[in-house]
């Protein structure tokens, strides 16, 4: 799933932040980090039955 959110070649900056992501909840970060204030698209959620 972390390879669908890896930014563009032209995003060099994120790459290293993209690069730290570790599981979900680094993923679900990231992903809010990078839309800057603007809605997210995606939600990760924990699935509570596991």
């Known amino acids: 799933m972390k390879d669908f959110f890896e930014p563009n070649e032209e995003f060099e ?3 290293k932040e993209w690069e730290e992501i570790e599981d979900l909840f680094d993923l679900n970060e990231f992903i809010e980090h990078e ?8 939600t990760i959620i924990e699935d509570s039955e596991s």
């Open 35 to 42: 839309a800057d204030g603007m809605e997210v698209e995606y």
């Open 13 to 15: 900056d994120l790459h």
